[in-house]
């Protein structure tokens, strides 16, 4: 009896999407059939590749409404959101086009005996494995560059929304994208490790830090195989003054998305004394005050639903976890009445002086605070973290915003601004178990194509060949 796929909507448990799970064969039989369509897409001048990019861009205008409901109704999030994120699918397309043009395309250099040629080609068949919490924009920041390069794709999305994940190859198939180039296989763990156990030439991956760990080993005897990983992080916002305005950067921070964002702040470091103590409380304030919805209610609000119950439940596992470790409650985390269990309140634990606070992401709007007597405890606070995806400072010197620059070991270092805060046309990654030195964003180019460097004459002519003796005449 084959597998069975299901999604459902958190906020009222309605479920959207169900469909098969692809298998070991589906798996093995998509990457033959991406195989045998690649190379007259890889040998098409870049200029068909980049005018099927721009139709899907215009099919994803066409239905932007209808794809946005789609994504709230799969992940829980606020409909201004999910618009939000299908506006950063359809602006993808013009940056993945500027980016390969800047970082890879064909570069031309004159030599004495003719020219010196810098080309770029695809890998093959890249599989892309993607998350729930921006179930298209984030493999659509894969997709796309890897397209435009030449490959062929196979994707797996998050088993919690396989129905945007559909949508989006449906998008591409509309576009004219020719068959076998963008394969979909529906499924959880098994299909995920499937695919990557199959003849791909490339991994591109959104997740957790776990999950890359995981994948590292899978293809550790795999060097071929290039991997692309973009991983969690427990990152630390450092709010150094200006109370009042602070808190607003900080709630952005920690509970946008309900703080399901691996960029979110999820350890405030403040000053001890009054200057901190103004600091958190102004943020326990807003926090309290920041009302939750689901997507199709009417009003405004600022969260949405966890992406499930199972995520709540591990939330509130983890928090249980810090406050039975000694973490004071500034902010209770809990759940509201009336709602589904996948709704939760926004969370705010004091955890100074506490040595055994486990180095991990609770993916959820959990912020934890840590006290220190000066800026040099700041900053080592901040880099105690065996992940450095993102950081950012709040504050008006900026002797203190060079220090973070210059001592701040992250991917994204932000000042006075959330530490979500991100641009496409920018490189968007981090250090440590954060990923592996592969950036995406505007840096995705250059994990899609490999260079080839080239000399070129025109004639065949000798050349010189030291140390031997001519015996002419």
Same mark, same amino acid.
């Given at each position: *009896?084959?597998?069975?796929?299901?999604?459902?909507?958190?906020?009222?448990?309605?479920?959207?999407?169900?469909?098969?799970?692809?298998?070991?064969?589906?798996?093995?039989?998509?990457?033959?059939?991406? #195989?045998?369509?690649?190379?007259?897409?890889? +040998? $098409?001048?870049?200029?068909?590749?980049?005018?099927? +990019?721009?139709?899907?861009?215009?099919?994803?205008?066409?239905?932007?409404?209808?794809?946005?409901?789609?994504?709230?109704?799969?992940?829980?999030?606020?409909?201004?959101?999910?618009?939000?994120?299908?506006?950063? *699918?359809?602006?993808?397309?013009?940056?993945?086009?500027?980016?390969?043009?800047?970082? =890879?395309?064909?570069?031309?250099? @004159?030599?004495?005996?003719?020219?010196?040629?810098?080309?770029?080609?695809?890998?093959?068949?890249?599989?892309?494995?993607?998350?729930?919490?921006?179930?298209?924009?984030?493999?659509?920041?894969?997709?796309?560059?890897?397209?435009?390069?030449?490959?062929?794709?196979?994707?797996?999305?998050?088993?919690?929304?396989? $129905?945007?994940?559909?949508? *989006?190859?449906?998008?591409?198939?509309?576009?004219?994208?020719?068959?076998?180039?963008?394969?979909?296989?529906?499924?959880?763990?098994?299909?995920?490790?499937?695919?990557?156990?199959?003849?791909?030439?490339?991994?591109?991956?959104?997740?957790?830090?776990? !999950?890359?760990?995981?994948?590292?080993?899978?293809?550790?005897?795999?060097?071929?195989?290039?991997?692309?990983? &973009?991983?969690?992080?427990? @990152?630390?916002?450092?709010?150094?003054?200006?109370?009042?305005?602070?808190?607003?950067?900080? !709630?952005?921070?920690?509970?946008? =998305?309900?703080?399901?964002?691996?960029?979110?702040?999820?350890?405030?470091?403040?000053?001890?004394?009054?200057?901190?103590?103004?600091?958190?409380?102004?943020?326990?304030?807003?926090?309290? #005050?920041?009302?939750?919805?689901?997507?199709?209610?009417?009003?405004? +609000?600022?969260?949405?639903?966890?992406?499930?119950?199972?995520?709540?439940?591990?939330?509130?596992?983890?928090?249980?976890?810090?406050?039975?470790?000694?973490?004071?409650?500034?902010?209770?985390?809990?759940?509201?009445?009336?709602?589904?269990?996948?709704?939760? =309140?926004?969370?705010?634990?004091?955890?100074?002086?506490?040595?055994?606070?486990?180095?991990?992401?609770?993916?959820?709007?959990?912020? =934890?605070?840590?006290?220190?007597?000066?800026?040099?405890?700041?900053?080592?606070?901040? @880099?105690?973290?065996?992940?450095?995806?993102?950081?950012?400072?709040?504050?008006?010197?900026?002797?203190?915003?060079?220090?973070?620059?210059?001592?701040?070991?992250?991917?994204?270092?932000? #000042?006075?601004?959330?530490?979500?805060?991100?641009?496409? @046309?920018?490189?968007?990654?981090?250090?440590?178990?954060?990923?592996?030195?592969?950036?995406?964003?505007?840096?995705? !180019?250059?994990?899609?194509?490999?260079?080839?460097?080239?000399?070129?004459? &025109?004639?065949?002519?000798?050349?010189?060949?030291?140390?031997?003796?001519?015996?002419?005449?």
């Amino acid at each position: *009896m084959m597998a069975m796929l299901q999604s459902f909507d958190p906020a009222s448990g309605e479920i959207v999407w169900e469909g098969p799970v692809a298998d070991a064969g589906a798996c093995r039989h998509a990457v033959a059939t991406a #195989r045998s369509a690649l190379p007259g897409w890889r +040998a $098409a001048p870049v200029e068909e590749r980049i005018a099927v +990019a721009r139709r899907y861009a215009d099919i994803l205008g066409e239905r932007r409404e209808a794809l946005a409901r789609l994504i709230s109704r799969e992940t829980g999030k606020l409909l201004w959101e999910s618009d939000a994120e299908v506006g950063s *699918m359809i602006a993808k397309v013009e940056v993945s086009i500027r980016a390969y043009a800047e970082r =890879t395309g064909e570069r031309r250099a @004159n030599m004495p005996f003719g020219q010196a040629v810098l080309r770029h080609r695809g890998h093959g068949v890249m599989a892309v494995l993607g998350p729930y919490n921006f179930p298209g924009h984030l493999p659509n920041g894969h997709i796309i560059p890897a397209l435009i390069a030449g490959n062929a794709v196979i994707f797996k999305p998050s088993e919690i929304a396989p $129905a945007t994940g559909a949508a *989006m190859v449906d998008a591409w198939a509309a576009a004219g994208l020719p068959e076998g180039l963008l394969t979909l296989v529906q499924g959880g763990r098994a299909t995920g490790e499937a695919l990557v156990a199959s003849d791909i030439d490339g991994l591109l991956f959104t997740g957790s830090a776990g !999950a890359g760990a995981a994948l590292r080993r899978a293809l550790v005897d795999r060097p071929h195989v290039i991997m692309a990983l &973009e991983l969690g992080g427990n @990152n630390p916002l450092i709010a150094w003054d200006s109370a009042e305005e602070a808190a607003s950067i900080i !709630a952005n921070s920690a509970f946008i =998305t309900t703080g399901q964002r691996c960029s979110c702040a999820r350890r405030l470091i403040v000053p001890a004394g009054q200057a901190g103590d103004a600091i958190v409380d102004a943020v326990a304030d807003m926090a309290a #005050r920041l009302p939750a919805a689901a997507w199709n209610e009417p009003g405004e +609000a600022f969260m949405g639903p966890l992406v499930s119950d199972g995520a709540a439940s591990a939330a509130h596992r983890a928090v249980g976890d810090l406050v039975a470790r000694g973490a004071r409650v500034v902010l209770p985390f809990e759940g509201i009445a009336g709602r589904s269990t996948a709704f939760v =309140t926004p969370a705010l634990l004091d955890a100074t002086g506490i040595d055994d606070l486990p180095d991990a992401e609770i993916f959820a709007p959990v912020l =934890t605070v840590i006290r220190v007597a000066d800026f040099d405890a700041a900053i080592a606070a901040a @880099n105690a973290t065996r992940f450095g995806l993102s950081a950012g400072l709040i504050s008006q010197d900026p002797v203190l915003w060079r220090r973070m620059t210059e001592e701040s070991r992250a991917g994204v270092v932000n #000042r006075n601004r959330p530490t979500t805060g991100a641009a496409g @046309n920018m490189p968007f990654g981090g250090l440590g178990a954060s990923g592996n030195h592969r950036p995406s964003a505007y840096y995705a !180019a250059d994990y899609c194509a490999y260079p080839i460097a080239s000399f070129e004459a &025109e004639a065949v002519q000798a050349v010189p060949v030291n140390g031997l003796i001519s015996t002419a005449g």
